[in-house]
Each structure stands twice: as structure tokens, then as C-alpha cells.
């Protein structure tokens, strides 16, 4: 059997998805299905005064409406999972509005009908009286004395104040020779996972079962909050996730949409389907980022980092979605990034708006810290005269200087910083870069280089230290015929676990990749799991299966040594057999040990029949990939039109067990980077009106526009878990962005730009370089 | 509306609400789930098939405007069971991820092939600008297709 792991594998998922025979939530249709639309605010702050849902009732074909009304007290309020603080406000988050909405976007009512452009159509039928708000849509206008109030329950758009510190930070900018300081806004960004969310829900009245289709990346977690919004036993709800089109964080969320179709379904004993259209998906799927703050870095004259303050308003939106009130917290903990800062600071006001939620956006939290760090260092670089490279060199933490611990408590696994730093400089031929930007200024052109040099916080993580649990668990079942069944409860939503997992159990067991299956994603089928979040699919996922495939491998080991007649530590496995280590002509096969094991006629009277076992992993730390990323760009300063000349990225995710599917997720990571960086805004008007509502208003990468990125990996392996693995999801988007916007400020630097804040449209580079020249 | 279209080779007579998309025609009447839909706005292409040949987004067109005329979409392009070129490049080159783009992604390659069997990278980037990508940022893709027009001009 060739070795599996760390071998380019090619995906097991993809033979039904190239030809259309995957199955996403729209794809189900069911007997007797109705479908259902949702009226939605258009104010972002109101009063409804009335509801007069009576004509839409009316329309043929409409089987049912509800308001927020017809349902208080039959679904409970959706719940969030984080408390970062005790005292916390907390606002109650009605499945449909009952008195008031406090967002564009905000649900209403829900029509039910016989096809989906009925349900539509009935919408239009629905009048309702608002009462127009005064609405709050900055959120440092929100801590205003003056500002409306949104949840008048709770007296204040003050959500909560939270701070980190570590190391005496006063003494580090008392002490210091340079300071550098810079406002910075990390934008508010739409997800955009190509599938819209779906849900479609089924009743069983005899069995009194619920079954929910759901496009989510937590289809357990989805199972928990739902019963309980439902009051329905656990045990009656059935959470089914099949192919997810994407995720994001957009779907690591309990929605009130999932609750409302399960009520629906079983007040009408009728399957229900609700699909999202896009501008849906813009105004009512949670958004990412959305944090404006001010970071000092205190530094002596030679370049050594003493301490760093960030000060920073964090926008929840009007209310908490799953994780919300988590996600800037995220950012505190990466602040010293991969530097050996003794002294940090965060403090954090998380206010209110009369927007959309935001939540966990892929990297949540992080490409935060990143964007900060790695904005501040080249910042501090250029006050102070060295070159980039050479500042972060002169404070990354040294090879063996891991596990290091962060003066606020965070404790890195292992990293070689510096080591990807110098590969990523030479792949990118930074000098000959130098030069050439030397002779092009002469010439009037404007080339620039960016440096990012990042660590992220993955593999999440320790359970003490998560919302809602951090491990994950896995079954593998080899059943009579040896083909092998792994249950996992990482249910991948595009990653390619059903790959990579199977190359695990492949070399555990010595079997034929096609003898395995991995199924996940179905709550009656698979045992309690996490799912995919925070590059946890591998490093927690895959580990959770490694443990598993090594339990049973033991059991087959015992079945063995009893078929051969020998003593247990006197077998050994090879490939896919056990052998007799003193008489190695004495073998049985993996499928006479699962025949013994389910015909156990003649078999030890101490041990239980069967070839199954199952693991939970709880991990002992959470893991940090790092790397650096290079990026040499020309900007156009007649029209501010960036062009990107070359793009390096060298990663270390740890070891790796598909390359194919590593680098799949770094290039489409530093892409999504690409969009934050240059053209994403999720943009309301100081109305709160939603300006960037459809495709058509939010670019996002296509294939014209999108960089060619050139990728390489170092390795320093994990030592958290058996695999190594450090997860890589969210390296791209993490690592990227600074990248991008280091190199276009280092571009216009003679022309005396300091900073632009993303995107860097053409309009906002033009901006810039026109204020800069102005002043 | 009574409507005969031919879809995938096969011909189908169904009576359609006029203003039915053609998209929702092929998923909800035919049971054609593969071709998907990801914005209703003609921006993202989850929905492309061919019409007569031709890439078309499919939530762009009401199914009347389809009479008597062909369709293929992601279930008609492989043949005797033998993957497309295209479908075998995406495999090979990792050109997908969660999936959900991809029918449409293939159906706009399948249309670049038949225009230009040897396309440069730059304009395998221009044929797929009507198609959005979420996951992989494009570059595989493009390896993809360019490792499909290999395999079409018989160098694979």
C-alpha cells in the first residue's frame, strides 16, 4: 500500500460535484412541499405601529402567514454562545420582530405557499405601519450621549467593554524613544459563499421527528439550539447538512430562519423550503470585521518593539448572532503577532448599530491583529529608517525560543519565522525588487513592496477557552465486508475532509482508499461533533480520526493475535495484515479479522464482537500556523489603479497531509484577502440604508482581476497534536491583506501617502495621493 | 405555456407559467438540481448551461423563451459514462472546492475550448468573468482548463 499522507490525493468529493450530482439543501424536493418567502424591513430603525397581513392570506395559493406575534412564546429567543464578559447586555433576539426592527433586513413575516413566486408575490401583499426611528449608524455615534437608543430594554448601545493586557505597558511607552501611532479601519465585509443559505424542513407526525435541511457548518450545534428554540427533545430534532456550498463563518451560525421553517413544518405537517435570494443573504447572513481603532507601538531607536496599546470600537451590528460578541476579542489575543513584545494592551467598546449582525468572517478576529501588526511595523520601518524586512527580523521570536508565551498568556506551539521570512524574500527577489523600484521612481513610476509576516490562532481549540465546546470526535467502523465507515462530526463544507480523512484511515489501516467512507453532516447518523470553523478540520477533525482508526486498529490487533495463537505485542501490522512477529509466515488478513469479529463463533469469551471504535479529541492548546507573504504591486498615480507584479506566500501550516488541498486554501485564502484589500466595503449610508445590497454593487475577486500567487511551505510541525497539523484555512485571509496595502504604501511613499484605508479602490488610491500632494 | 425543449438530448413537453425562469424550469419541473443558483442577478453564473451551444445563464431567461430550441447542462456533458476533458481537468487540477460554482464554471470553459482550443492564461481569465469563485481564487481553475485544452488537442 503506497503511503497516503503528505501525497497529492485527488478528491474523493469531486466526482459528484463536476457532474452535478452533489446535493445542496436547494436540490431537495419532497412530496407536498411548500415553499415560504420572508418580508423584511426596509427601515433600519422602527416602530411597527400595525401588521395587516389579511390580503396575503387571501391570495390563492398561499397556505399560511406569520408575524412576530402568532409565534411569541412558541419559539424562543435565539440564543448566543459567547460571554466574554459577565456582565454583558444581552438583547433578546425574537425569531421574527414583534414590536420593533432594528435593521434593513430585519425579518417581519413569513408567507408560506404552494410555489416559491406565490410566496413572493403574497409578500407584496402585506402592509405594515412603521413608525420611521431615528437611526444609529456609526458606531461611535452610538456611545453618544445623544444617540437613539436601540434595545430600550437595555438602556445603552454599550454592548460591552473588554481588555487584555499583559506586561506593564505605561513603563514600555514611558521608556519609549519612537512612538508610532495610526488610526485604522478594518471594514465591514460581506461573506459571499457562492450558495445562499436554504433550509428545509420536514415533520414526521407519527414519529414526531423534525428534519432539518440546513446549508450550515454546524449541523449538531444547529441541532442544540434549535430543540431548545423548538422545545423539542434533542432527541426529535434531526439536523441534516448535506453538500454545503461554501461557508465562510457565514454559516457557522444557528439562524432564526432555521427555527421558523421547523415551526412552520410542524404547524402545517407540510415540508417546508426557504431559500435565500442574494440580497437576503446581503442584509440578513451575518457580516465580517467591522472594527475602527487607534494602535501605538512604542519602539527604541534601533528598531526593538517595547509595547503596544490598540484602542478600538467594535460594531455587533443590533444584535449577536452565534459567536459576535467572540470576534474582536480574537483580535486581542493575536496583538503581538510573531514578535517578542514584552508589553500589550487592548481595550475594546463593542457597541450597537442598526445594522446587520457581524460575526465570525473566515480568519474572525485575526486578520485584524494582522492587518495592525504588520501595518505597524512598516510604519515604524519608515519612521525610524530600516528596512522592513530587517525590523521584523530584529523582534520575531527566535526557533527555540517555542513554546513562547505572549505577555497576555497566549502560548505559541512552535514557528520558524524567520525562516519563511528569507525564503519568502528570495522567492520574491526582493532585492532586485529594491533596485527596480529605485530606477522606476526616476522614471516616474510607482512600484512598491509589501512584507506581511503573520501567526494566527488555529486548530480551535481547548474547550476551556471556547463558546461551545473545542474538541471533536470520529468513529471508525470497519464492518463485516472490511470496508471501512468513518463518522465525523468535522463536517467539511468544501474543504475536502472526506479526502483527507480518508488518506488518514487509509495508512492507519492499511486498506484501498475506496474501501473507506466518510459521512458527517447528518446529526442521526454521526455522534455529537463540533464541525469546520477556525482551521479546525484537520488539526482537531483529523486528529479526532487518527485516534479513532489507532482504537480500532488495536481491537483488530487483539482479534488477531488470537486467530494466530500469539501473544498481543507479538503482532505486527503490515499494510493491510497481521503478521506474526516471530513466525512471519503466520498472517490474517483485516477482513478475516472483521469476520471473526462479527461471526465471533470461535473467538475469546472476554471480548466484545464488533470493529468499532469511537475517539473524542479534546485538544491541550489551540495551534499557530505562520508565515510570510510578499507582494510587489505598480500603481498607476493619474488613475490610482493598482496592478499587482507578483505575489509569494511561504506557510507553515504545520505537516501536512494533502499539499493539493493546502495550497487549494492558501491561494483561494490570500484572494479573499485580495478582495478586503482592494474592493470589498459592506457599506450603509448614514441612514443605515444599505447601499451595497446585490453582486452588483459588491465586487468581490473574479478571474480577470484576481493575483497569481506563487506558494511554498515550510514545515515545523504541531506539537499539540499527533498529526502535526496546524490548520490552514484561514492563513490567506489572515496573512494577506497587509501585504497588499504595505506594498501600495510603499509605493507612494515619495509622493508622501502614509496610509489608505482598504479598500484600496482606484478612487480611494487617487484620494490619497491627492490629499498627500495637497498637503 | 406548453413548451418542448430538448434538454440533455432528451425532449421534454411541460406547461409553464410564462414568467417561470428557465433555471427553476430545469431544477424544479426536470429535476436538473445540478445546475445551480447564486444570485438571480446574471452577476455570478452558478446557473450557466448551454443554449444551442452557447454558455447563457439560465436565471436570466424564462423557460418560455427556450421553445423548440437545446439545452445541456452539467448532467448531458459526459458521454458513455467517460468524464468531459473539462470535468477531468477540474479533478485533476483541484479546480473546485465547495462545488457549487462549478457546473457553471465548466459549462463557460466547455464554451472557451469550442472558441479557442489553445487559450493563453489571460484569456482563460477574460472567458470566465461572468463566473464567481468564492473558494479557490481562480488560479486553479485556470490550470484546470488548461490542462482540459491539452487533453482536447490530444497532448495528455
Redesign the interface.
Known sequence: MPKLVGQSF??V???R????????V??I?LPRMCYAAILRSPYPHARIKNIDTSKAEKREGVVAVITGKDILGKINPLPCAARPVPELKMPTHYALAVNKVYFVGHPIAVVVAED??IARDALDLIEVDYEPLPPVADPEQALRSDAPIIHEDLGTNLAFEWKIEGGDVDAAFAQAEVVVKQEFVNQRLIP?????RCVVAQWDAGKQILTLWTSTQIPHLVRSLISGMLNLPETHLRVIAP????G?GQKLQVYVEEALMGYLAMKLDRPVKW?E??RENFMASIHGRDQVGVMELALKRDGTILGLRYDVIADMGAYYQLLTPAIPTLTGLMLCGSYKIPAVRMTKKAVFTNKMSTDAYRGAGRPEATFLLERMMDLAAKELGIDPAEIRRKNFIQPDEFPYTTPHGITYDSGNYEAALNRALELAEYSRWRKEQEEARKQGRYIGIGISSYVEICGMGPSKAMPAGGWESATVRIEPSGKVVVLTGAHP????EETSFTQIVVEELGVNPEDVMVIHGDTEAVQYGIGIFGSRGLAVGGTAVYMAAQKVKEKARKVAAFLLGVEENEVEQVDGNFISKSDPSKSVTLLQVANAAYDPKNYPTDMEPGLVATAFYEPSNFTFPSGTHVCVCEVDIETGEVKILKYVAVDDCGKVVNP??V??QI??????A?GQAMMERCFYDENGQLITG???DYP?????N?P??TVERIETPSPVNPLGAKGVGEA?TIGATPAFINAVCDALEPLGVKHIDMPLTPANVWKAIKQAKGS | MRINVTVNGRQYSSDV?P??LLV?YL??VL???????????G??G?CTVLLNGEAVKSCMLFAVQVDGQEIT???GI?QDGQ?HPV?QG???K?G????????GM?LASIQLLKRNPNPT??E???A??G????????????EAVQWAAQKMRGEI
Not at chain 1, 459571499?192 to 445562499?196: D, K, L, W
Not at chain 1, 453538500?243 to 461554501?246: A, L
Open positions: 485527488k478528491r468529493e469531486d466526482p460535484l463536476i457532474t452535478g450530482e452533489g446535493q445542496y436547494d436540490d424536493q416559491r413566486y459571499v459563499p457562492m450558495e445562499p453538500d454545503v456550498g461554501g465562510f431559500t435570494t442574494r463544507h468544501g474543504q475536502g493539493m488541498l495550497e487549494g491561494i483561494g485564502g490570500i484572494v479573499q485580495f446585490e453582486l452588483t468581490i475577486p473574479k478571474a480577470h484576481s497569481k500567487i490567506g | 407559467e414568467r417561470m427553476h431544477r424544479d429535476g436538473l438540481t445540478g445546475t445551480h443558483i447564486g444570485c438571480e442577478t452577476v455570478c452558478a447542462t452539467i448532467e459526459s468524464l470535468q477540474f479533478w485533476e483541484h473546485l472546492q465547495c462545488g457549487y460554482c462549478t457546473p465548466i492564461e489571460e482563460i481569465r477574460h470566465l468573468v463566473n464567481l469563485c468564492r473558494c479557490t481564487g481562480y488560479q486553479q481553475i485556470v
